[in-house]
């Protein structure tokens, strides 16, 4: 029989880390250096370890585990909090993205608009949806 500390001393042990967490996330993050490389570099253990999962359904089973309840109740008490500040933090990314997608749109040549939907979607839709396809991944 392995012996482990208890419920009740690792639960305090993760009680009083939570006001230690987020020095040592910084302290942790300030610390890395090459991240893109290292990461660019797993790549191909990535995918191998994607492909493990689909075949083990593990996706499937992790979600079984919670039932839509409790994903609600942890989305708003958790989630809610931190979206605002989130996109508050990335404003200035989503700026620079936003910007490229609205100067393709107003760039692109539309055919005027006509009676037929099936010309409307050839000469107006199509034309859109290219031109946003090709700055993808840019």
């Known amino acids: 029989m392995v012996k482990t500390k208890g ?3 690792t639960q305090a042990n993760w009680d009083s880390g939570i006001g230690r967490a987020p020095a040592a996330y910084t302290k942790g993050v300030q610390g890395t250096t090459n991240w893109q490389a290292a990461a660019i570099a797993g790549e191909a253990l ?3 370890k994607v492909q493990e ?3 083990n359904h593990s996706r ?3 979600i079984s585990k919670t039932s839509d309840s409790e994903w609600q109740q942890a989305a708003l008490s958790k989630g809610a909090q931190r979206i605002g500040p989130g ?3 990335a404003k200035g990314k989503f700026n620079a993205g936003i910007s490229k997608v609205l100067s393709t749109i ?3 040549s539309i055919a005027p608009r006509s009676a037929d939907p099936m010309a ?3 000469g107006r839709v199509k034309p859109l949806v290219a031109a946003l396809h090709a700055i993808k991944g840019k």
């Open 7 to 9: 419920l009740s001393a």
């Open 60 to 62: 499937a089973t992790g």
């Open 87 to 89: 996109m508050t933090a």
């Open 46 to 48: 990535y995918g191998q």
């Open 120 to 122: 409307n979607v050839d």
């Open 106 to 108: 107003e760039a692109t």
């Open 53 to 55: 999962a689909v075949a």
